[in-house]
């Protein structure tokens, strides 16, 4: 009984004890995307880049900072790549990655991707 509660409770401290991967990321689409919600695997799939496309046709877009260690970290876990894969994938990938240098560029570049061209001088 005490060997049991002792392995819960390493798990416990094991558990709480792990970084927490993706905690500064969001995911942002376009009111005009049908897609109601997303499971954990086509997250995945679309860090990975093989999910290139929304059901509708339109392009998926990934927009990171650029130099963010815990974005880096998050996508180098989900692809488990090393830093320099990750770089080289990335370079693959220029269609699908966008890099911001601020929070403002991010934010700016999402606004560009979602909003229609006419809409934007508004």
């Not at 009984?1 to 995911?27: D, E, F, N, Q, Y």
């Not at 990975?48 to 509708?56: L, N, S, V």
């Not at 996508?75 to 990655?97: D, I, T, V, Y």
């Amino acid at each position: 009984m005490k060997t049991a509660r002792l392995l819960i409770l390493l798990i416990s401290i094991a558990a709480t004890t792990v970084p927490c991967l993706a905690h500064h990321m969001a995911v942002v689409v376009s009111e005009n995307n049908a897609v109601g919600n997303l499971t954990s695997s086509q997250l995945g799939k679309i860090f990975r880049a093989e999910m290139k496309k929304w059901p509708d046709g339109s392009n998926i877009v990934v927009v990171l900072h650029r130099s963010s260690s815990g974005e880096n970290m998050t996508l180098q876990h989900l692809n488990k790549m090393s830093a320099a894969q990750l770089q080289a994938w990335s370079r693959q990938h220029k269609e699908e990655l966008k890099f911001a240098d601020s929070d403002a560029d991010v934010l700016s570049s999402v606004y560009r991707l979602l909003m229609p061209v006419d809409k934007r001088s508004r």
